[in-house]
């Protein structure tokens, strides 16, 4: 929400001083600093402390920004951010540790072990839903691998940008952990520099640009980007359980403008008339009579989603489908909990990622017709099914390719560290939480120790028949071999 | 058997080996006008037709996998003389080195990999945690899809088998395109996985640039390239398009670090059998330079000679133990290095070179000039730099200030000089009192950092390589927490902190604090 007057002020961030950033944060990782266990322990426990101080502010910011309900914020990005910290600072000593690793006869005598090394400089480009979260995250992971970073907040949530730039100068080291805000130009400067590893979160179209600034100097990638998470309701289950925890999926997170949120719904037609039921029920119960203005609900980002939203929405093969809400304000940029039924499937509705709160469901004749929808798109970030159907869940997590998959309920593995978060496919590549945040930041050296005892003169010239026998006998593993040409070769 | 078969020709083979050579080229040159070309449609297609295989789902069955793994094995078991023969032909590499090199490793490569496979496809379970109680996880790998892999000519063999079989065991549909400066491997192969694999679903696609492009333009799940930082990079600015993940692997210049208190004979054997006994020079993770103090340099290069000489005889250029040079432009681009002015008269030994057989010395230039070519490239060949310091820390220094290599070497006694390697120089890996033999240790990933590449393959990380690491997340209807759902009250919000915040007990502390206003809000 910059204003002209604001503009004037604000101090270009071009190509040169982008460099210059790029070199001080080299000279500040060269120097050492952010390698030791205590640097990276303090800088976790400060954005701890961090979270816990400016409670309040993040939650006014997000709320200025998304409208985003003050339960959304607490628990879906402080409360995040503080478990990725709790868990990095619990388990930093084990991740930091080499790893043992076995070596056979080939190498006798020798010992063998995985170093996690820092990759060096970081750039994370974090997006606009989750602005705290998906920049806070990937940094904590960053510093727990013992980097540098630079963290490029998205300026279409300028009050949390500016709330980030400010937090962090205030509580980390700021020698080591950079905040740029800008736009297009500002990161365009960014990412024309060298960087050790680049971590995209957005959309494919700004993913390609990202991954092909990066190829220019072979900086290796994650990205985390979208897709259509679609929702496989089977019939004989829990509806009312499976209803609310696909409410609180799409609708409950940022109004439907998430990664991972349900995009829509594949069901049978005879089962569909229930769920429909279901959904407008339990709506009504958490978000009232007036569902546009409900206070539980994020707002549309800014007028740019709104005016694609809509747009989705008067598409005239769809409008006419609108079984629930369909309700917005331009001006408050609301749109309402909408679901609509049976959208073509040449629709725009179903052909992007809708990103915001209107809920398409397709009805098939058979369950087992969704696998075909589902694989005829691209591969999304998550996908969902609900079921009690034993094959049928096993048919979905065998053939299912995406991200992440969740049996019975909606987005909740976000909250389980101990697998990895990312895409495949155009949803992304690369992942990370937990240990997977510190490894997605960390080069993985192999180093073998060998004493200067046990040479084998087999592996030198002159090559003659017997050495090539020998070589081929050890490397073979039989021991007859080995005698045989021990005794039968002849000698060298 | 090998070696009485090759022992007529290799009494020949300084003649016959570059006419040979140009043989295949003329051949080729007039089988072009009738060559299918393989350009974009035909690219487009073949890609078309693998996905079709890998939809149909066969190359996920475990079966499917195993069977071709074997037929893999089965392959390098029955065909090693024609392979040894093509290396020979191509790259003039010794029969005992072209087996311990690239047979024997291919062998083992698809050895772990049918042993391991049913454990390695298992999902991985994971812990859940309060928060998603009750819940259980556990990670599956999926097969990617359809993938690319682009072998290269220095170890023509093994780098195109090698990645194959990571992605076979995978699950994936595969086509290999392998490098056409080793023209007789890269023929070999494309008729060998005709006849020992699933040709549906495992391809050869021989040829340049122009077929190369061909296959970048097209959209893959993975691409693996084997190569040069320049091509690598062309190569990620194509997969960009797509979104398509890489494995990149590259060079760099390979230092060796070499202390005064070795073993002095065993260092230098394994220094030679890393520089020289490495197709002469021509691998990735070959020595490509060497540091040592001033005072031990003369020691270390008086070693270096007595073990050449023991090695490969009095006339190096007449052994049949070493490499020839590739090509006549990789020629050209070795002597050129050597014969710059400041590098030319800091020779030490070797030096001679023989066009017409593509042959050069194993050479040593002492304190070439730092912004020279020589210690500015990766220099891929038998021309080895020393570098003098005063004082071996300042070892670190000369390297950190190239390109991450793709390996690097220590040679010392001393446990701390070890461990400050260790951390102080990033390399894709190390060995520590010996060359090379890191990679063979399948324990651990093969791969390289910055400009030595990205990603890394070698037993399961290969399978790791060509998987997609799958979350999933099981939860039943029962245990359904009211506090997630809407309308948000500030109670709710209270117990779910507490919840986050404190695990169990906060939770508890929380509950209780808000049970006395129990809304009734049941699951």
């Not at chain 1, 503080?82 to 006798?108: D, G, H, Q, Y």
């Not at chain 2, 007789?184 to 040829?207: H, M, P, R, W």
Request: net charge neutral; with cysteine; aromatic share 8%.
């Amino acid at each position: 929400m910059a204003t002209t007057i604001d503009e004037k002020e604000v101090t270009v961030f071009g190509e040169e001083e982008a460099k210059q950033l790029v070199n001080e944060l080299r000279v500040a990782y060269d120097s050492g600093r952010t390698r030791s266990y205590s640097w990276r322990v303090t800088q976790l426990k400060n954005i701890l402390r961090m979270c816990d101080d400016s409670e309040k502010e993040v939650v006014e910011a997000l709320h200025m920004d998304l409208a985003k309900p003050e339960l959304e914020s607490t628990l879906y990005e402080l409360g995040m951010i503080k478990n990725a910290c709790k868990v990095a600072l619990k388990e930093l000593k084990n991740w930091i540790r080499p790893e043992k690793a076995k070596t056979s006869l080939t190498t006798f005598p020798s010992s063998a072990e995985i170093v996690s090394e820092p990759f060096g400089v970081i750039l994370i480009i974090s997006a606009w839903n989750y602005p705290f979260l998906l920049s806070i995250d990937p940094v904590i992971g960053a510093i727990a691998a013992g980097n540098a970073v630079v963290l490029k907040p998205s300026e279409l949530a300028p009050a949390s940008s500016t709330l980030l730039a400010k937090l962090f100068a205030q509580y980390l080291d700021t020698s080591s952990i950079k905040v740029v805000e800008g736009a297009v130009s500002e990161t365009s400067a960014l990412l024309e520099q060298k960087w050790d590893k680049i971590m995209y979160t957005g959309n494919g179209r700004v993913g390609r640009i990202v991954m092909a600034a990066a190829a220019k100097h072979l900086t290796p990638v994650i990205m985390e980007l979208g897709g259509k998470c679609p929702v496989v309701v089977d019939s004989d289950i829990n509806l009312q359980v499976a209803v609310r925890r696909l409410i609180v999926g799409k609708w409950g997170c940022n109004n439907g403008q998430a990664c991972v949120s349900p995009d829509y719904i594949l069901i049978t037609k005879d089962y569909a008339p229930k769920l429909v039921d279901a959904l407008k029920t339990e709506l009504d119960k958490f978000y009232g009579k007036n569902q546009l203005e409900s206070k539980d609900l994020s707002s549309i980002v800014n007028s740019n989603h709104f005016a694609r939203l809509s747009k989705l929405l008067d598409d005239e093969k769809v409008s006419g489908k609108i079984i629930h809400g369909g309700e917005k304000d331009k001006e408050k940029l609301r749109i309402a909990p909408t679901i609509l039924m049976d959208v073509p499937r040449d629709s725009l509705m179903m052909n992007e990622e809708i990103f915001g709160p209107l809920l398409p469901i397709l009805t098939l004749n058979n369950i087992d017709e969704s696998f075909d929808v589902i694989n005829s798109g691209t591969k999304p970030l998550a996908a969902y099914i609900f079921t009690n159907n034993k094959k049928l869940k096993e048919k979905f997590v065998m053939s299912v390719s995406a991200g992440g998959i969740v049996v019975n309920d909606t987005t909740i593995h976000l909250a389980v560290h101990t697998v990895p978060f990312g895409g495949v496919g155009e949803s992304g590549m690369g992942s990370y939480h937990g240990k997977f945040s510190f490894d997605a930041f960390s080069h993985k050296k192999a180093v073998v120790y060998r004493s200067f005892t046990g040479d084998a003169a087999l592996r030198y010239p002159p090559y003659t028949g017997f050495k090539l026998r020998m070589m081929k006998a050890l490397m073979g593993g039989s021991f007859l071999a080995i005698l045989r040409a021990l005794f039968g070769g002849s000698k060298p | 058997m090998i070696i009485l078969s090759l022992l007529p020709t290799s009494n020949r083979c300084s003649v016959t080996v570059p006419a040979v050579l140009w043989e295949e080229e003329e051949k080729k040159k007039k089988k072009q006008p009738q060559t299918v070309t393989f350009g974009s449609n035909e690219a487009s297609s073949m890609v078309k037709q693998l996905r079709q295989s890998f939809k149909s789902g066969k190359t996920k069955s475990y079966q499917w996998r195993v069977s071709q793994l074997k037929g893999i094995a089965k392959m390098v078991e029955e065909r090693e003389s024609d392979i040894v023969q093509a290396l020979y032909q191509d790259l003039s590499k010794p029969p005992l080195e072209a087996f311990v090199a690239e047979i024997s490793m291919a062998k083992s490569s698809c050895r772990e990999a049918i042993e391991g496979l049913q454990d390695w496809m298992k999902p991985e379970k994971a812990k859940t945690g309060i928060s998603t109680y009750p819940s259980t996880a556990e990670i599956v790998s999926d097969p990617l899809g359809v993938v690319l892999v682009i072998s290269t000519w220095n170890f023509p063999f093994l780098l195109s088998i090698d990645p194959v079989i990571g992605a076979i065991a995978a699950g994936n549909a595969v086509v290999l395109k392998p490098s056409e400066i080793a023209p007789a491997t890269s023929a070999l192969l494309s008729k060998l996985v005709k006849d020992y694999l699933d040709d549906s679903a495992v391809k050869v696609v021989e040829g340049a640039i122009p077929e190369t492009s061909a296959l970048l333009d097209q959209q893959w799940d993975k691409i693996l390239y084997t190569g040069s930082a320049r091509v690598g990079r062309i190569v990620m600015a194509a997969a960009a398009k797509h979104l398509t993940p890489v494995v990149l692997e590259l060079g760099g210049k390979c230092p060796a670090v070499v202390d005064s208190n070795v073993n002095l004979e065993v260092a230098v054997r394994r220094i030679i059998a890393g520089k020289w006994q490495c197709n002469n020079g021509q691998a990735c993770i070959g020595v490509d330079y060497i540091i040592t103090t001033k005072d031990f340099a003369p020691k270390l290069i008086e070693g270096l000679r007595k073990g050449i000489e023991e090695f490969f005889g009095k006339d190096p250029m007449e052994s049949k133990d070493i490499s020839r040079i590739v090509s006549p432009a990789q020629f050209k681009r070795l002597v050129g290095l050597l014969d710059e002015d400041n590098v030319s008269d800091k020779l030490v030994l070797g030096g001679r070179r023989d066009s017409t057989r593509l042959k050069i010395d194993p050479t040593i230039v002492l304190d070439p000039p730092q912004e020279s070519q020589i210690m500015q490239e990766e220099i891929f060949g038998p021309l080895l730099p020393i570098v003098t310091v005063g004082n071996l820390k300042e070892s670190f220094e000369v390297i950190n200030s190239k390109p991450k290599p793709l390996a690097a070497y220590l040679f010392t006694e001393d446990e701390q000089l070890k461990q400050d390697f260790v951390e102080n120089v990033p390399s894709g890996g190390m060995s520590i009192n010996d060359t090379i033999l890191h990679v063979t240790v399948h324990t651990m990933p093969f791969g390289g950092v910055g400009e030595s590449g990205m990603g890394s393959y070698h037993g399961k990380f290969s399978f790791d390589a060509f998987s997609h690491k799958k979350s999933v997340l099981y939860r039943s209807f029962s245990g359904d927490a009211s506090l997630r759902y809407p309308p948000y009250t500030p109670k709710k919000q209270m117990v779910m902190k507490g919840l986050m915040n404190g695990g169990l007990p906060g939770m508890l502390l929380a509950l209780l604090g808000w049970s006395s206003h129990n809304s009734g809000t049941k699951s």
